[in-house]
């Protein structure tokens, strides 16, 4: 059964902190993997994608790794600030194009000022 | 661009009843799939249209059905409304490479 799972389901850090979400997923066969942000009760904005190709992406202040052999992905945010304070989600991308998204449960972040 | 989007944004039903959601998906887009998110949950895939067809399906049970048309749009009808479906429903759209972009979802209360 493709499962992922986000550790830790909850986390609070002072502003200016670094930090590193955890996702992990069961099948290493993956299309590609996408990490998300979700504000309370709103839609997914797209933070980072990574292809199965590739090692990882960076954006900003972001930067997303990708272990296929070991299952595991890392999303660091530097220099966190209260505006980064969201869910974060992990999806894994099975199926090829034509896949569907499986998800994790996500990380809610509060960062304090 | 105006990305996907999707109607209405709040909906509140009576157990037993029917619903329709609504999704139009971004601007070259072809493939439209639905997810269903309870509180304090990941989205779950509901299925995945292409071409008017159903192309995949989750694990949901037959009252959950969608309809794709020619522009490539899509519904989301859900039959004899239980409480459980109460979720916020969320459509994405992707082309060729599968990248897909999320709606801002629509939000069913069921009492």
Redesign the interface.
Known sequence: KQE?TQIPAALSVPEGENLVLNCSFTDSAI??L?W?RQDP??????LL?IQSSQREQTSGRLNASLDKSSGRSTLYIAASQPGDSATY?C?V?Y????????????TKLSVKP | DAGVTQSPTHLIKTRGQQVTLRCSPKSGHDTVSWYQQALGQGPQFIFQYYEEEERQRGNFPDRFSGHQFPNYSSELNVNALLLGDSALYLCASSSYNGQQYFGPGTRLTVT
């Open positions: 992922v299309y590609n996408q998300f009760g709103k839609g997914l904005t797209s994608l989600l999806a991308h199926g090829g194009s034509q896949g569907n998204l499986i998800f994790g449960k996500g």
